[in-house]
């Protein structure tokens, strides 16, 4: 990766021969009342789509919404180039060849958590627009699902939702129940550590997945207009934050059951919420307690 002159634009070597393509911004006079306001910081978005002519068409939205632009073909490449400074979100395909959009997003969020920087927010611009498909993006974390041909609003609203919720949903890698999470698991971890350290990962890993698939029958019933669907998903959610003693995820959770009935754009934040806390659980119950646990018995 090099820059050239002091433009500011970024070129990227790609591994098949394609070249990673950066426009300056380009601001019109007005552009929506969703659009961010000037005083917010600039967005600069990583566009990973292995179509040139669609990754162009879609730069040029980001464009007119406010943004500076980085396309890279190669979603190998994107990776690397999604853990830039400069980067403030992502757009992602996925139904791309080699490397999908769910499994770049994977690998960009364990290249953060291996070099414990802050997430940045991620979100796909894709032909998949079945309830299933955007349930399943918002359940891995996505902050937004736009299907093709998406629309300069959708943009506009989505480049708003990713910089309202940064600060809140990607910056703090531990939850803010640290403290009574490390307390409870540690009363479980009993006097054989290396056991209590085999335990505990069999349980993160349970937890985990369990409340990843609770989050994606919360987005089904939103998406698929089924509440009860929705509401039972986020109580049984909440039953599972209880036993590890996650209040915020809890809260948050039971918000979502209470508030089924209004407008589905702020329950999909809702559920950015959910998923988001729920990855800083697990993340918290990885690091301050099983990595304090010895590996071996001594």
């Known amino acids: 990766m090099r820059s050239v002159g002091n433009s500011g634009i970024a070129m990227l070597?790609?591994?098949?021969?394609?070249?990673?393509?950066?426009?300056?911004?380009?601001r019109p006079a007005q552009i929506g009342d969703s659009m961010l306001t000037d005083d917010m910081p600039a967005n600069r978005v990583l566009i990973v789509e292995d179509n040139s002519?669609?990754?162009?068409?879609?730069?040029?939205l980001f464009e007119l919404s406010g943004a500076s632009t980085l396309v890279c073909l190669d979603p190998y490449d994107a990776v690397e180039a999604a853990l830039r400074p400069d980067i403030t979100l992502v757009s992602l395909d996925l139904s791309m060849p080699h490397l999908n959009g769910h499994e770049t997003?994977?690998?960009?969020?364990?290249?953060?958590?291996?070099?414990?920087?802050?997430?940045?927010?991620v979100m796909t611009i894709t032909g998949w627009a079945t309830a299933q498909d955007r349930a399943k993006s918002l359940s891995e974390g996505f902050v937004a699902h736009l299907t093709k041909p998406v629309a300069l609003e959708e943009v506009q609203v989505a480049l708003a939702r990713a910089s309202r919720l940064k600060s809140t949903l990607y910056l703090s890698r531990f939850s803010v129940d640290?403290?009574?999470?490390?307390?409870?698991?540690?009363l479980m971890s009993g006097t054989t550590r290396?056991?209590?350290?085999?335990?505990?990962?069999?349980?993160?890993?349970?937890?985990?997945?369990?409340?990843?698939?609770?989050?994606?029958?919360?987005?089904l019933g939103l998406f698929a207009n089924r509440r009860v669907q929705a509401t039972n998903a986020?109580?049984?959610?909440?039953?599972?934050?209880?036993?590890?003693r996650a209040t915020k995820?809890?809260?948050?959770?039971?918000?979502?059951?209470?508030s089924i009935d209004t407008p589905?754009?702020?329950?999909?934040?809702?559920?950015?919420?959910v998923r988001s806390e729920l990855q800083r659980v697990v993340f918290t119950i990885r690091e301050e307690v099983i990595g304090r646990l010895p590996s071996d018995e001594h």
């Open 13 to 26: 070597t790609v591994r098949r021969g394609h070249q990673a393509e950066s426009t300056a911004p380009v």
């Open 53 to 60: 002519a669609s990754a162009k068409a879609i730069a040029k």
């Open 234 to 244: 986020a109580l049984h959610l909440a039953d599972l934050a209880l036993t590890v």
């Open 105 to 121: 997003l994977s690998l960009i969020r364990s290249h953060e958590q291996s070099r414990s920087i802050p997430s940045i927010p």
């Open 194 to 219: 290396s056991r209590a350290r085999d335990a505990l990962i069999a349980l993160v890993s349970a937890f985990e997945s369990r409340g990843v698939d609770y989050i994606y029958e919360m987005a």
């Open 249 to 258: 995820l809890r809260e948050l959770t039971a918000q979502f059951a209470d």
């Open 178 to 186: 640290t403290a009574d999470i490390v307390a409870g698991l540690t």
């Open 264 to 273: 589905p754009m702020g329950l999909e934040e809702l559920i950015l919420r």
